[in-house]
């Protein structure tokens, strides 16, 4: 969420903001709004004044037997209290106006971040890894997709059975990678300083709205519930309701939500895996095929909760941990940097790993690396406090990256580990994990 005040002293700024992220938040509309709202408190507190002193004087006055002056008196303070809680409702009716611009708001972007427009516009960082030349091998490599069932690991149809499209159902081998990429990444994790959560499924209305997925996006969310009582105060939320958690980044970075953390804890860094589901209400026909785009999917997540000082190179470093899960595992990827107008709601900054999929000859978002700076901060009220270097307290900085998607790490190993004969090698890393598998092949 924005600071009104610094939208207040810096309409140029942000209204320079929003124009390269492509939004279309009214700055003006705010500005208006927030004029007639802070225009109400002078007058408020002048009829107070004037009510209070009115009020003493006819104490005073029925002493005296003035009891005709009393009355007139009396009749005053009324005609003040009907005034003053006509003003009340107007600066409510504002406030909730006001507010709800500010949670619709996206984050600025920090001013390192190119100007563009789309994902055409995003600058490439860096490569790493020389994608595998199937045609020189001889052979046509299968996409995930088809490789997958013919191996007996992957199976699309028996999903549809359980559920519907875009899910799958992993059996046996298949089983086994998936939670053996949990697992990996996990352990890389914790030997790099995260500490590891297990954390519910379930998130409620404060727990998404801090994060940024509320209420910008509930039709991507699964709800527990069909019901619902729209606040408008909370920019739409909805009080009492429970969703299926999109991502953990959300429960890790509500962990200390209305907390005020001691300055000397951070930086805090946490790590997750959690099952994630997302509707994808506005993905249809997109990557439907196979497992890029589905509607629950397993990933590992990192959160890092920071000083303001210290979370842009905080972001850095989160950035090398996910390029070093795909550098252990031998997948060919590259760093984009997202532009302006292609950034998520909540960040500032952002990095997009991609990896290398034989099958699309292209590469692919694996994860996805941010700094939010104190936007979600200022939802989930996240502060620090640092006695010998300011008074009271302040927002902190949060940070979250995928470490990684579990499911398209999957689909990239078959792909690039894939033989002419449709067996799959196993990278070295994850064979400890896998009880030695070296190759897997189709099951009798």
């Known amino acids: 969420m924005l600071d009104a005040k610094f939208v207040r002293e810096n309409p140029d700024v942000v209204r320079a ?33 004037k009510r209070n002193a009115a009020s003493k004087q006819i104490g005073a006055l029925m002493k005296e037997g003035r009891r005709a002056e009393a009355e007139a008196a009396k ?59 199937f045609a020189a091998e001889g052979f046509e490599p299968q996409a995930h997709w088809d490789l997958g069932p013919a191996l007996g690991i992957v199976d699309f149809e028996r999903a549809v059975k359980l559920a519907e499209s875009r899910f799958a159902v992993l059996a046996g081998k298949g089983a086994a990678l998936e939670r053996a990429l949990i697992t990996f990444m996990i352990d890389q994790h914790l030997d790099a300083g995260y500490k590891e959560w297990w954390l519910p499924v379930l998130a409620n209305t404060d727990t998404l709205f801090g994060s940024g997925n509320l209420p910008k996006f509930e039709d991507d969310l699964y709800k527990t519930k069909t019901e619902c009582n729209i606040s408008e105060e909370e920019g739409g939320v909805t009080a009492g309701q429970l969703y299926l958690t999109p991502t953990a980044e959300a429960t890790l970075t509500s962990l200390h939500r209305d907390e005020v953390l001691e300055g000397k804890q951070l930086p805090l860094y946490y790590t997750a895996y959690t099952p994630c589901f997302r509707e994808e209400a506005g993905s249809a026909g997109r990557d439907t095929r196979g497992l890029i785009r589905v509607h629950q ?47 998520g709601f909540a960040s500032a900054k952002t990095y997009d790993l991609e990896v290398w999929l034989p099958s699309y000859r292209d590469y692919k978002e694996i994860s996805s690396c941010s700094n939010c700076v104190d936007f979600q901060a200022r939802r989930a009220n996240l502060k620090y406090r640092d006695p ?13 990256g995928s470490g990684l998607a579990v ?31 070296e190759v897997i092949t189709a099951d009798e």
Not at 34 to 44: F, G, L, T
Not at 408 to 437: C, H, K, W
């Open 17 to 49: 903001a929003m124009q390269s992220r492509g939004s279309s938040w009214d700055v003006n509309e705010f500005l208006a709004l927030d004029e007639k709202r802070r225009a109400i408190i002078p007058e408020v507190e002048s009829l107070q004044a």
């Open 75 to 133: 009749a005053e303070v009324a005609n003040i209290k009907d005034k003053t809680a006509s003003l009340d409702a107007q600066r409510a009716d504002l406030d909730m106006q006001v507010r709800h611009l500010l949670v619709t708001a996206p984050n600025l972007p920090d001013a390192s971040v190119t100007t563009g427009q789309s994902e055409d516009d995003n600058p490439e960082v860096k490569r790493w890894g020389t994608p595998r030349d």
């Open 297 to 343: 999917f397993d990933k590992v997540e990192m959160v890092k909760l920071t000083r303001p000082e210290d979370s842009f190179g905080a972001l850095e470093k989160m950035t090398l941990q996910a390029e070093k899960i795909l550098e252990l595992l031998g997948l060919p990827y590259r760093r984009i940097e997202l532009c302006t107008g292609d950034m």
């Open 388 to 400: 010998e270097n300011f008074k009271g307290s302040r927002f902190l900085h949060t940070l979250n």
């Open 407 to 437: 499911g398209r790490t999957f689909a990239a190993i078959i792909e690039n580990y894939q033989s002419e004969d449709g067996s799959v090698t196993i990278p070295e890393v994850l064979r400890p994990y896998m009880r030695g598998l």
